[in-house]
């Protein structure tokens, strides 16, 4: 089909969503895509609310606060990103396809922007500027409480002990008021990088976890792999940026924000002048991580 000013939009716009979904966009199984129509983001801390008092029944109900001062929430500011690709006439009628191969690898492009962005947010948890409200980075041993503070960071590199301990890491944690906050009912997903996917795979889906008793003629035996008991998705990026790096993040809070301003939008139009076909595309995106630290578990294996 020979490219004219009728269909130039739609093979463009065809091709481009080809490209797009080339680029796995697996962050969405554990981070919160949000599109809210306003200026700038706002994410409360949720601190002050404590446990109930007792109330008897006729005097006012007692009052408590969010956000207090000290541990204020956090604020997510978006920016825009754009591209534009030119194509000579020249180009569109002695290469075959150029228009849309353009448009697809534009589309590529966009989505390895966004999961780079999204996974810069795990990359950066651990001193590059991913902040909770605290202050603290998004995985830190020493996060705060109303008492006392609370660990969502390890240096012990992938295994399923190492597994197992995070298990155990989201039983015991609480929240800011220092309450049981055990988010292990929602699923995790265990988020690696490539180097690692054989090691989390095996540790998630095996039936068995293989231990060999050293009394005399003792046999290798099998045990129930319990690692695998709560709703783990492993997820591979090629964008993270660590090989030994790995994080345990919940499906139920989901502490990554990532905030789309303004959507993709595509257009296409031949220039006046030169002739040029024009592909443009421009959106609008954020990141940040919430203003508490529930729901994420980092390892920084050194």
Same mark, same amino acid.
């Given at each position: 089909?020979?490219?004219?000013?009728?269909?130039?939009?739609?093979?463009?716009?065809?091709?481009?969503?080809?490209?797009?979904?080339?680029?796995? !966009?697996?962050?969405?199984?554990?981070?919160?895509?949000?599109?809210?129509?306003?200026? =700038?983001?706002?994410?409360?801390?949720?601190?002050?609310?404590?446990?109930?008092?007792?109330?008897?029944?006729?005097?006012?109900?007692?009052?408590?606060?969010?956000?207090?001062?000290?541990?204020? $929430?956090?604020?997510?500011?978006?920016?825009?990103?754009?591209?534009?690709?030119?194509?000579?006439?020249?180009?569109? =009628?002695?290469?075959?396809?150029?228009?849309?191969?353009?448009?697809?690898?534009?589309?590529?492009?966009?989505?390895?922007?966004?999961?780079?962005?999204?996974?810069?947010?795990?990359? %950066?948890?651990?001193? @590059? +500027?991913?902040?909770?409200?605290?202050?603290?980075?998004?995985?830190?041993?020493?996060?705060? /409480?109303?008492? $006392?503070? /609370?660990?969502?960071?390890?240096?012990?590199?992938?295994?399923?002990?190492?597994?197992?301990?995070?298990?155990?890491?989201? /039983?015991?944690?609480?929240?800011?008021?220092?309450?049981?906050?055990? %988010?292990?009912?929602?699923?995790?997903?265990?988020?690696?990088?490539?180097?690692?996917?054989?090691?989390?795979?095996?540790?998630?889906?095996?039936?068995?976890?293989?231990?060999?008793?050293?009394?005399? @003629?003792?046999?290798?035996?099998?045990?129930?792999?319990?690692?695998?008991?709560?709703?783990?998705?492993?997820?591979?990026s090629p964008?993270?940026? !660590?090989?030994n790096n790995?994080?345990?993040?919940?499906? %139920?809070?989901?502490?990554?924000?990532?905030?789309?301003?303004?959507?993709?939008?595509?257009?296409?139009?031949?220039?006046?002048?030169?002739?040029?076909?024009?592909?443009?595309?421009?959106?609008? %995106?954020?990141? +940040?991580v919430n203003?508490?630290?529930? @729901?994420?578990? +980092?390892?920084?294996?050194?």
């Amino acid at each position: 089909m020979a490219l004219t000013t009728s269909n130039v939009k739609r093979t463009a716009v065809e091709a481009f969503f080809e490209g797009m979904a080339i680029v796995s !966009d697996n962050w969405r199984s554990f981070m919160d895509f949000r599109t809210d129509d306003v200026p =700038a983001l706002r994410l409360a801390a949720m601190t002050g609310l404590g446990n109930f008092s007792s109330w008897d029944g006729a005097s006012d109900l007692a009052i408590e606060t969010i956000d207090r001062p000290g541990h204020d $929430g956090v604020t997510l500011s978006y920016s825009q990103y754009g591209y534009q690709c030119r194509i000579s006439k020249a180009d569109v =009628a002695d290469v075959p396809g150029i228009v849309g191969e353009a448009s697809k690898k534009i589309g590529v492009s966009l989505a390895n922007t966004y999961a780079n962005l999204a996974y810069g947010r795990l990359n %950066l948890g651990f001193g @590059g +500027g991913s902040t909770v409200g605290s202050g603290n980075q998004l995985f830190s041993p020493t996060h705060t /409480r109303a008492s $006392g503070t /609370r660990s969502n960071h390890t240096s012990s590199a992938l295994d399923r002990s190492s597994f197992m301990a995070a298990i155990t890491a989201y /039983r015991n944690w609480t929240n800011y008021q220092s309450q049981p906050y055990d %988010l292990t009912a929602g699923g995790f997903c265990l988020v690696v990088p490539p180097a690692l996917e054989e090691t989390a795979q095996q540790i998630v889906r095996s039936p068995f976890a293989l231990t060999t008793v050293t009394s005399a @003629g003792a046999p290798s035996q099998g045990e129930v792999n319990v690692a695998g008991d709560y709703g783990t998705e492993v997820v591979v990026s090629p964008h993270l940026s !660590d090989a030994n790096n790995w994080f345990l993040m919940s499906k %139920l809070e989901r502490t990554v924000k990532i905030w789309e301003r303004f959507a993709p939008s595509i257009s296409t139009s031949i220039d006046e002048d030169d002739k040029r076909v024009k592909i443009s595309v421009d959106f609008a %995106l954020a990141t +940040g991580v919430n203003a508490q630290p529930d @729901g994420a578990y +980092g390892a920084e294996v050194s």
